[in-house]
């Protein structure tokens, strides 16, 4: 099935959620171009002496705790647009969408990594976003939301003496009444003329990689049950020209290691170049996150961008460990891969100067 995924020259993503905001710190590695979406705002000529523009609060996205990435692949002329994810909750989602003035209209697929609410959320407003976006004229129809056929009732946590219930994710016919095309599906599959693949079910291989701990699932008969390992969790992979696989990950309860070694399994010989999203470290001992720090050693990726749940000591391990492969993944940033060499990053006045609008 990989050898069908189609190489692409440029992967463009832009974080609409994630846990953290940094409209000021820049990407030290040269081979991401980022761009904040911290604009300037023109103020009337003369009304405070010589300054021309003011810096508005109310222009900076918010942090949630979540993940969603609107990810456009670019092959030639060709170009197609990818939503991974879509954060915790409706509000959240529509205004880092507003702040960051993203276009939605080109969104042709919404893959949801797994049933979780913090990744589920915000789907029914964003399929109403990306069909208002669009256009009378706009050949592409209703997104499609590729889901995996296994919808909990509820998803929760062994707290101990009681049982954490989280929200219920939205419903299949929430997701359709909100003008999506529901696609349930557990195996691997490209989308979008093979430029992401998305996979099935990922193998668990690694001893220390074990799901999430205490992780339950209500039957609907009065009972919850043991849900540890998160079967229907699936990652998106694309294939960056003379660079190789671009693994984005949702929450990696399967565990990131194992994550990345099923896509090279799948990748048909192409090596790891990025690994995007949440790794899931932020309650890992120090084994756990020694052992996976080893694991994605010695696949040698050039470029791990860790978000949402990965937690900041696993993310100060790769800076340690891992020099020069560290990108952050804020809310309100765009990230640009490019599989022409690598592109110094633009200085931070060039960002703002490229994201100002104009009050009306």
């Known amino acids: 099935m990989f050898t069908m995924l189609r190489d692409v020259d440029t992967i463009d993503i832009q974080v609409l959620v994630d846990n953290e905001i940094d409209p000021i710190s820049k990407s030290q590695s040269p081979a991401v171009v980022d761009a904040t979406s911290f604009r300037l705002t023109e103020l009337p000529r003369g009304s405070r002496g010589p300054a021309a523009m003011e810096m508005r609060m109310d222009n900076i996205c918010c942090g949630a705790h979540g993940l969603s990435l609107m990810i456009t692949a670019a092959s030639g002329e060709t170009k197609h647009t990818l939503l ?6 409706e509000d959240v989602f529509e205004r880092n969408v507003k702040r960051s003035r993203t276009d939605l209209s080109g969104v042709e697929h919404v893959h949801l990594s797994h049933w979780h609410r913090d990744h589920s959320g915000g789907i029914p407003r964003a399929v109403r976003l990306i069909n208002a976006a669009r256009k009378e ?4 129809g209703q997104p499609t939301v590729d889901v995996h056929p296994d919808r909990p009732i509820y998803r929760g946590f062994n707290a ?15 997701i359709e009444s909100a003008g999506g095309n529901v696609v349930k599906n557990d195996q691997s599959h490209t989308v979008l003329d093979g430029m992401f693949m998305v996979s099935g079910e990922v193998p668990r291989k690694t001893e220390y990689e074990v799901g999430f701990p205490r992780g339950m699932r209500f039957t609907g008969k009065g009972e919850w049950v043991p849900d540890e390992l998160i079967k229907d969790e699936r990652f998106v992979v694309c294939k960056l020209r003379e660079k190789g696989l671009v693994v984005f990950a949702g929450c990696s309860h399967p565990g990131i290691v194992n994550i990345c ?8 010989g192409a090596p790891l170049y990025a690994v995007i999203g949440g790794f899931h470290l932020a309650d890992g001992d120090a084994a756990k996150l020694e052992s996976s720090i080893n694991g994605l050693k010695a696949l040698t990726p050039q470029i791990l961008m860790p978000g949402h749940c990965t937690g900041w000591r ?9 020099a020069g492969s560290l990108v952050p993944c804020f809310s309100g940033t765009k990230y640009t891969l490019n599989a022409d060499g690598m592109q110094e990053g633009q200085n931070l006045l060039k ?4 994201f100002q609008s104009k009050d009306k």
């Open 160 to 174: 101990g003496p009681f049982i954490a219930s989280l929200e219920a994710d939205p419903t299949f016919e929430e």
């Open 137 to 140: 004229e706009n050949p592409l």
């Open 351 to 354: 960002d703002l100067k490229s």
């Open 314 to 322: 696993f993310k100060f391990k790769i800076e340690q460990e891992m």
């Open 84 to 89: 991974f994810d879509a954060g915790p909750e």
């Open 261 to 268: 070694r099923h896509a090279l399994e799948l990748g048909g």
